[in-house]
């Protein structure tokens, strides 16, 4: 087991730069943690891919942030956590803290029982693997949990298209899916989707809870550190973003899910891989 220290980086990983908007939230409450982001752009999405193809990405990308040192590693990406979570938790546990984007969302639905029946959204691969009914139903088996892959919805954020008529279109024909009439809450099952929260909740007229992967996975690694006394006090290197392919169109994209400006950098991560 290697030694953590407080001063280490917090490895975050998505398909792309998705999960920037769950960096975006770890930043905004540990201002003093150094980010070590890594976006596998050359292999987006990763909702259409294989179980194994997913696992390979997502360990040799694990295998990178544990050599770079990371305390910590945020599986930011549903399809990641839903498909690979529990090998990589098992490969990884001992070298860093290990985190995905489902556990903690199901845990703080469990614990609301207000919530009797709801509605899952999410890529194809996450939806298929029925990660979060599983998750949920182990935790309160009364739950009555109704999933619908959106995939369109991925590509429609990424291009930009969302608080305007077409992506009011496209999620209402989504949301119109019968089985999440009466639904008490709503996951947005994929870290792409915070940027559609807003829609989502008007298209239930604010009378369904909306949980996404953002403050809840947060809070979740502000208490893995706190507990693991692993805080860093002050931050000695800056953040560093890196995608697997570089295109000045995911750098101004990216912008989107972080909220200001990210300069991206190529990491041939898989150039070594295949060589
Ligand atoms: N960000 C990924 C997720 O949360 C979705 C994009 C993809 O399909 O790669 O599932």
């Known amino acids: 087991m290697t030694r953590k220290r407080a001063s280490d980086p917090i490895g975050i990983f998505d398909s792309g730069i998705g999960g920037l908007t769950v960096a975006h939230a770890i930043k905004t409450r540990l201002?003093?943690?150094?980010?070590?982001?890594?976006?596998?752009?050359?292999?987006?999405?990763?909702?259409?891919?294989?179980?194994?193809?997913?696992?390979?990405?997502?360990d040799h990308i694990s295998s990178y942030l544990v050599d770079q040192q990371c305390k910590m590693i945020i599986v930011a990406c549903n399809t990641a956590s839903a498909i690979a979570f529990e090998q990589?938790?098992?490969?990884?546990?001992?070298?860093?803290?290990?985190?995905?984007?489902?556990?903690?969302?199901?845990?703080?639905?469990?614990?609301?029982?207000e919530i009797k029946k709801l509605g899952v959204i999410g890529t194809k691969a996450t939806i298929r693997?029925?990660?979060?009914?599983?998750?949920?139903?182990?935790?309160?088996?009364?739950?009555?949990?109704?999933s619908l892959a959106t995939p369109l919805?991925?590509?429609?954020?990424?291009?930009?298209?969302?608080?305007?008529?077409?992506?009011?279109?496209?999620?209402?024909?989504?949301?119109?899916?019968p089985d999440f009439k009466d639904i008490d809450a709503m996951i947005l099952g994929?870290?792409?989707f915070?940027?559609?929260?807003?829609?989502?909740?008007?298209?239930?007229?604010?009378?369904?809870?909306?949980y996404d992967s953002t403050d809840i996975v947060a809070e979740a690694a502000?208490?893995?550190?706190t507990a693991h006394e692993l805080l860093n006090k002050e931050r000695k290197n800056p953040d560093r973003f890196m995608v697997s392919d570089y295109t000045h169109s995911f750098e101004q994209?990216?912008?989107?899910?972080?909220?200001?400006?990210?300069?991206?950098?190529?990491?041939?991560?898989?150039d070594e891989l295949f060589r």
């Open 153 to 177: 919805l991925v590509s429609m954020i990424e291009e930009g298209f969302f608080d305007n008529k077409l992506s009011h279109t496209i999620i209402e024909a989504y949301l119109n899916y």
């Open 194 to 210: 915070p940027l559609i929260r807003k829609e989502i909740d008007a298209f239930f007229g604010g009378e369904v809870d909306i």
């Open 222 to 225: 502000v208490a893995s550190l």
């Open 190 to 192: 994929c870290t792409h």
């Open 31 to 58: 201002p003093e943690e150094e980010i070590l982001y890594f976006g596998d752009t050359a292999h987006l999405p990763y909702g259409d891919k294989s179980p194994a193809a997913i696992l390979q990405f997502a």
């Open 253 to 270: 994209t990216s912008r989107l899910f972080f909220g200001s400006e990210v300069r991206l950098e190529r990491l041939p991560l898989w």
């Open 129 to 146: 693997s029925n990660a979060y009914e599983q998750r949920l139903l182990k935790l309160r088996p009364d739950l009555n949990v109704a």
């Open 88 to 113: 990589l938790q098992k490969k990884w546990g001992n070298d860093a803290l290990m985190l995905n984007v489902i556990d903690p969302v199901a845990e703080s639905i469990a614990r609301n029982k």
